[in-house]
């Protein structure tokens, strides 16, 4: 089998248990669905999507660990907040974009009430999934670390201020503006999936630190194709598609050091460095 049929397959096989995973986690309950919360959750979790955040994060873990429930767990509370941002980011008074995917966004299916609700359930969600991970887990400790990091790309200073600056002040004049702009709204994720999985998989200090700075270069270039395919930010488009495999170098230098541990992260770096988010 090549490289590449072997990542294929590996993917495949990740994504599967993904899929099981939020289907058994979000099954319909019993006793009813007030408001059509649930449906309205999974509408958007279980949409189809390449899951590259939570592949990362199980990438991540697995330089360390075979992957368990525990570290599945954790890791697919990633897939949760990356969901929860896309819901908001689509309402009328953030980027108002009427469909995702092919499909109407959550809000135009399930109006917008019950689309903030199903995106703060998911997001709340997320830590509920690494704090029960970690209550099962011999070393609790590495998911609080988890949750910690979870919770630092998800706020002010990471997905949120990157949303208020883009609401709030002028297209970026420069490249470094984008990427500041990138850095924020979108690889502060990605670092922190590579972070909960390396934390979930019980990595030292040094690899995690490793970790999270492929995580945040692989993030820029990875919003910088995204751009390039959408036409986004056109008048840097030259520019970024000069950066865009530096910093996939930059990603894979990153975790030059972990050696054939970290060789399924560099050919997801270089096999997804172009798919839409």
């Known amino acids: 089998m090549s490289a590449h049929d072997s990542l294929t397959a590996w993917a495949a096989a990740r994504r599967a248990e993904l899929d099981r995973l939020f289907e058994a ?24 999507g390449k899951r590259i955040r939570p592949l990362l994060a199980l990438a991540a ?13 954790a890791c697919g509370a990633v ?33 917008e009430a019950t689309a903030i609700l ?3 359930a998911l997001l709340t969600l997320a830590f509920e999934w ?6 099962h887990s011999s070393q609790p400790l590495q998911f609080l670390a988890a949750a910690r990091a979870l919770a630092q790309a998800a ?16 297209p970026p004049a420069t490249l470094a503006a984008l990427e500041t702009l990138h ?9 922190a999936a590579l972070v909960v999985g390396g934390c979930a998989g019980g990595a030292a200090p040094d690899a995690l630190a490793a970790l999270a700075r492929f995580g945040t270069a692989f993030g820029v270039a990875f919003q910088h194709a995204d751009d390039i395919a959408d036409e986004e930010h056109s008048a840097h488009a030259a520019a970024a598609r000069g950066r865009l495999q530096a910093l996939i170098g930059d990603a894979c230098a990153a975790v030059a050091a972990l050696g054939a541990r970290g060789e399924r992260l560099v050919a997801l770096a270089r096999a997804l460095a172009h798919p839409p988010a």
Do not use: W
């Open 183 to 191: 850095g924020e709204k979108t690889a502060a994720l990605f670092r």
């Open 130 to 135: 690494i704090a029960e991970a970690g209550e």
């Open 61 to 73: 873990a697995e330089t360390t660990a075979p992957i368990d429930g525990g570290v599945l767990l």
């Open 155 to 170: 706020g002010a200073f990471g997905m949120v201020r990157g949303q208020a600056r883009d609401l709030g002040e002028p």
């Open 25 to 48: 986690r979000l099954a319909p309950p019993a006793d009813g669905d007030p408001g059509r919360l649930l449906e309205a959750m999974r509408y958007s979790l279980l949409a189809p």
């Open 79 to 111: 897939e949760l907040v990356h969901c929860y941002s896309l819901i908001h980011d689509d309402l009328p008074a953030m980027d108002d974009d009427d469909f995702r995917r092919g499909r109407p966004s959550n809000h135009k299916a399930f109006g």
């Open 118 to 120: 199903a995106g703060d």
